[in-house]
Nanobody, 120 residues
């Protein structure tokens, strides 16, 4: 059974930085893609950044140049480095994974979310 657990959220002033971590537990044979989504109050969940198994990345226009997604395969962890944070970045951030687990079945997994709050 695969689980994704996010960490690293918190309260930070505008202009500050945070690094989010998404740790995958259980046996993972392959990762087709992993990404970070966020959902602010009153808004729909949106894609922030994604990375494919081949290393191709994609970012929302609002975070380009400020956020970086990267992975550590040995540690089964995906990170989101967030720099120059703005109040509009405030949201719950969710890790998402398109993974093949122990049973050899491709499934989409979601973490529980971690709160990021940026004060002005």
């Amino acid at each position: 059974q695969v689980q994704l657990v996010e960490s690293g959220g918190g309260l930070v002033q505008a202009g500050g930085s945070l690094r989010l971590s998404c740790a995958a537990s259980g046996t993972i044979f392959s990762a087709n893609a992993m990404g970070w989504y966020r959902q602010a109050p009153g808004k729909q969940r949106e894609l922030v950044a994604a990375i494919t198994g081949g290393g191709t990345t994609n970012y929302a226009d609002s975070v380009k140049g400020r956020f970086t997604i990267f992975r550590a395969n040995v540690e089964n962890t995906v990170y989101l480095q967030m720099n120059n944070l703005k109040p509009e970045d405030t949201a719950v951030y969710y890790c998402n994974g398109d993974l093949v687990g122990r049973l050899g079945v491709r499934m989409v997994y979601w973490g529980q979310g971690t709160q990021v709050t940026v004060s002005s």
